[in-house]
């Protein structure tokens, strides 16, 4: 059953609409809400659309899926008007063998705990998190072994009184027949802490005690088998550490203004609140040879944004650094995967590609024979929650490429190489919509040049300059556009005030922005614009910044973006060989205010929905749960 959590509506229509909204979306079946339901508080300001007459009846009509507790605004005549109990200080749940209880916090909280049963225990979420979570795939002793990994890992006192805000979880007693089961656990601690056991001398008394337990069950011969199996670490002991092992990241790289850094620390922070622990690699402050520290040792994975690390080699030339860091390593790629050509070209297993664009999951499994995912990166939502005044009417954060210096490397070129590259340039300006790759093989067969997949991707490497200089031609075709309708476009970048547009009186130029600077700047935008550097069927970050920010999204269309955002509602779409129908379309919005509100808080609902780092680390521990079942 699934169950949705709700607090302080505090006769709110507008919000309480977005709640049930929200309940319909995913399919939950019931709705627990913890106080303060329709009553605005002394304390508080009006809520937006308070109207608690309207509230009413909207919860009336839900009354047999809701459960609900009594917050610090409740009142006898709140319970005379609904249909359904609310006066509850406290309710308990019980949901997969765990007792949850559901309360506001005024009455009872971490200083004055609700009734509790022998065995359970409130512990800090922050011990938990850090210690690697409750390891699901041990068939018993589940909460004992949580702990006794919490007891390695701090010097938290279970008997002390927890202080602050930190948020707590109750520990029960597993749910699982202990006395059946129990034993394969314990060998599975005593595999693990084998070494501390020995340091203490209790080793051979641990190992007597669990075959003792396994016999008392008729379960010995079994016990022992899988005993050796725990103390030798055979893969059947990593298949059940997996989950408490942590996730090692590569950070550090300050490629575009930090912003593969910031990909790497939001991915991390969020596979942190979901549960993992996670080891810090730092590129930017650590020595290279503090990456040996790692060899043979196990994580659940191992994940760099667009790293060069992956390809590191032993002092022998011939192995790879990471054959002998154990667990699956994946790789957060952004350009065309033929940019990392070299760093692509070693083999050695549990190797994943994540990207952006499903054609570059086509051309790594085709051209690399590589593992490759669909896995587009997220949106940061604003820290700012305050209004902030739209006062640009477009922008865009990005930087000018001149195209013709380009066309001039192009020209530098061997002859046979140069004509296949000024054919490859104009099949892409022709078809805007071609991927670089299918654009390279129309100008191949334009030569009756056939080649094998090897000599492809070399062809492909040696021409990729190609690439930008279409991607730079169109970004400057679209701001003449725009420019040339009269529409003020704000831009943000060095490489502006040198540019051939810097001639439009209404192109104002403005300096280089950081990462968190940008996301700012989006949430003064009225509109902002993107154009892909070239990835036809992909997803990017400035996309869902954009949304997340509050602006309306202008942007070249994808593949992606086809049943995932519907154009004029969601965001605003365009060809590029029908961009001289765009003026018209942002002066309409600039022009309609309600519409423009309503596209831009669509989009970002969509995109807070399903393009957030949150959900991206709820994906990606689902990936590697698939993985480990699939035998990785």
């Given at each position: 059953?699934?169950?949705?959590?709700?607090?302080?509506?505090?006769?709110?229509?507008?919000?309480?609409?977005?709640?049930?909204?929200?309940?319909?979306?995913?399919?939950?079946?019931?709705?627990?809400?913890?106080?303060?339901?329709?009553?605005?508080?002394?304390?508080?300001?009006?809520?937006?659309?308070?109207?608690?007459?309207?509230?009413?009846?909207?919860?009336?009509?839900?009354?047999?899926?809701?459960?609900?507790?009594?917050?610090?605004?409740?009142?006898?005549?709140?319970?005379?008007?609904?249909?359904?109990?609310?006066?509850?200080?406290?309710?308990?749940?019980?949901?997969?063998?765990?007792?949850?209880?559901?309360?506001?916090?005024?009455?009872?909280?971490?200083?004055?705990?609700?009734?509790?049963?022998?065995?359970?225990?409130?512990?800090?979420?922050?011990?938990?998190?850090?210690?690697?979570?409750?390891?699901?795939?041990?068939?018993?002793?589940?909460?004992?072994?949580?702990?006794?990994?919490?007891?390695?890992?701090?010097?938290f006192?279970?008997?002390?009184?927890?202080?602050?805000?930190m948020?707590?979880?109750?520990?029960?007693?597993?749910t699982?027949?202990?006395?059946?089961?129990?034993?394969?656990?314990?060998?599975?601690?005593?595999?693990?802490?084998?070494?501390?056991?020995?340091?203490?001398?209790?080793?051979?008394?641990?190992?007597?005690?669990?075959?003792?337990?396994?016999?008392?069950?008729?379960?010995?011969?079994?016990?022992?088998?899988?005993?050796?199996?725990?103390?030798?670490?055979?893969?059947?002991?990593?298949?059940?550490?997996?989950?408490?092992?942590?996730?090692?990241?590569?950070?550090?790289?300050?490629?575009?203004?930090?912003?593969?850094?910031?990909?790497?620390?939001?991915?991390?922070?969020?596979?942190?609140?979901?549960?993992?622990?996670?080891?810090?690699?730092d590129?930017?402050?650590?020595?290279?040879?503090?990456?040996?520290?790692?060899?043979?040792?196990?994580f659940?994975?191992?994940?760099?944004?667009?790293?060069?690390?992956?390809?590191?080699?032993?002092?022998?030339?011939?192995?790879?650094?990471?054959?002998t860091?154990?667990?699956?390593?994946?790789?957060?790629?952004?350009d065309?995967?033929?940019?990392?050509?070299?760093?692509?070209?070693?083999?050695?297993?549990?190797?994943?590609?994540?990207?952006?664009?499903?054609?570059?999951?086509?051309?790594v499994?085709?051209?690399?024979?590589?593992?490759?995912?669909?896995?587009?990166?997220a949106?940061?939502?604003p820290?700012?929650?305050?209004?902030?005044?739209?006062?640009?009417?477009?922008?865009f954060?990005?930087?000018?490429?001149?195209?013709?210096?380009?066309?001039?490397?192009?020209?530098?070129?061997?002859?046979?190489?140069?004509?296949?590259?000024?054919?490859?340039?104009?099949?892409?300006?022709?078809?805007?919509?071609?991927?670089?790759?299918?654009?390279?093989?129309?100008?191949?067969?334009?030569?009756?040049?056939?080649?094998?997949?090897?000599?492809?991707?070399?062809?492909?490497?040696?021409?990729?300059?190609?690439?930008?200089?279409?991607?730079?031609?169109?970004?400057?075709?679209?701001?003449?556009?725009?420019?040339?309708?009269?529409?003020?476009?704000?831009?943000?970048g060095?490489?502006?005030?040198?540019?051939?547009?810097?001639?439009?009186?209404?192109?104002?130029?403005?300096?280089?922005?950081?990462?968190?600077?940008?996301?700012?700047?989006?949430?003064?935008?009225?509109?902002?614009?993107?154009?892909?550097?070239?990835?036809?069927?992909?997803?990017?970050?400035?996309?869902?910044?954009?949304m997340?920010?509050?602006?309306?999204?202008?942007?070249?269309?994808?593949?992606?973006?086809?049943?995932?955002?519907?154009n004029?509602?969601?965001?605003?779409?365009?060809?590029?060989?029908?961009?001289?129908t765009?003026?018209?379309?942002?002066?309409?919005?600039?022009?309609?205010?309600?519409?423009?509100?309503?596209?831009?808080e669509?989009?970002?609902?969509k995109?807070?929905?399903?393009?957030?780092?949150?959900?991206?680390?709820?994906?990606?521990?689902?990936?590697?749960?698939?993985?480990?079942?699939?035998?990785?």
């Amino acid at each position: 059953m699934k169950y949705m959590f709700a607090s302080d509506i505090h006769g709110s229509a507008y919000y309480c609409r977005k709640m049930l909204d929200a309940f319909e979306k995913e399919g939950a079946e019931r709705l627990v809400l913890l106080g303060d339901l329709l009553y605005h508080g002394p304390r508080n300001d009006l809520p937006k659309e308070y109207a608690p007459k309207q509230v009413i009846p909207m919860l009336n009509a839900m009354k047999d899926k809701i459960y609900a507790v009594r917050g610090n605004c409740e009142a006898e005549v709140d319970q005379m008007v609904l249909e359904f109990p609310v006066m509850a200080d406290y309710c308990i749940l019980a949901i997969d063998g765990k007792t949850f209880y559901a309360t506001h916090g005024h009455v009872y909280n971490q200083n004055n705990l609700p009734p509790l049963c022998e065995g359970d225990i409130l512990i800090p979420k922050e011990l938990i998190l850090l210690a690697g979570g409750r390891n699901d795939r041990l068939p018993a002793k589940k909460k004992y072994e949580l702990l006794l990994r919490i007891a390695q890992r701090t010097s938290f006192d279970l008997t002390e009184e927890p202080s602050g805000d930190m948020g707590m979880e109750l520990l029960t007693n597993d749910t699982a027949e202990e006395t059946a089961d129990g034993w394969k656990t314990d060998c599975y601690i005593i595999g693990k802490y084998s070494q501390i056991l020995q340091e203490n001398q209790v080793f051979e008394m641990a190992v007597a005690s669990v075959l003792e337990e396994a016999q008392s069950h008729g379960h010995y011969e079994q016990a022992v088998s899988f005993l050796e199996a725990m103390i030798g670490h055979a893969e059947l002991f990593y298949e059940l550490d997996a989950p408490t092992e942590p996730v090692l990241i590569y950070k550090g790289d300050d490629v575009c203004h930090n912003v593969l850094t910031v990909f790497a620390e939001q991915f991390g922070a969020a596979l942190g609140r979901a549960g993992a622990q996670i080891i810090w690699y730092d590129m930017a402050n650590q020595p290279p040879e503090e990456l040996l520290q790692y060899r043979n040792r196990h994580f659940k994975a191992v994940i760099g944004v667009q790293s060069y690390l992956f390809s590191v080699k032993m002092k022998d030339e011939i192995h790879y650094l990471h054959e002998t860091i154990y667990g699956p390593k994946f790789n957060f790629i952004f350009d065309h995967p033929v940019w990392m050509k070299k760093h692509l070209e070693h083999q050695y297993p549990d190797f994943y590609v994540l990207t952006h664009d499903a054609d570059y999951v086509t051309f790594v499994q085709n051209y690399f024979r590589k593992n490759a995912v669909l896995f587009p990166p997220a949106g940061i939502e604003p820290t700012c929650k305050n209004e902030v005044t739209r006062k640009y009417d477009l922008t865009f954060v990005g930087t000018y490429g001149n195209y013709w210096n380009e066309i001039l490397l192009i020209h530098q070129m061997e002859r046979k190489e140069r004509f296949l590259a000024n054919r490859f340039l104009l099949v892409m300006r022709k078809n805007p919509d071609l991927s670089s790759e299918e654009a390279l093989k129309r100008a191949l067969t334009f030569y009756d040049r056939s080649v094998d997949k090897k000599e492809f991707v070399e062809i492909l490497y040696e021409l990729r300059r190609v690439i930008y200089c279409v991607m730079h031609y169109y970004r400057d075709r679209v701001l003449r556009v725009l420019l040339d309708s009269g529409l003020t476009v704000n831009v943000f970048g060095d490489s502006w005030h040198n540019s051939p547009l810097a001639a439009y009186d209404n192109l104002v130029c403005h300096p280089d922005v950081t990462v968190e600077e940008s996301l700012l700047i989006w949430q003064q935008s009225k509109l902002s614009l993107n154009i892909m550097s070239w990835h036809k069927a992909g997803f990017t970050e400035r996309m869902a910044n954009i949304m997340l920010a509050g602006a309306v999204l202008v942007t070249d269309d994808t593949r992606y973006l086809k049943g995932r955002y519907e154009n004029g509602k969601d965001l605003v779409s365009f060809g590029l060989a029908e961009r001289e129908t765009l003026p018209e379309r942002i002066k309409r919005l600039l022009s309609d205010t309600a519409e423009r509100v309503r596209i831009a808080e669509s989009g970002k609902e969509k995109t807070k929905q399903f393009h957030t780092w949150d959900i991206r680390a709820k994906e990606f521990l689902e990936l590697l749960e698939t993985l480990n079942k699939n035998g990785r």
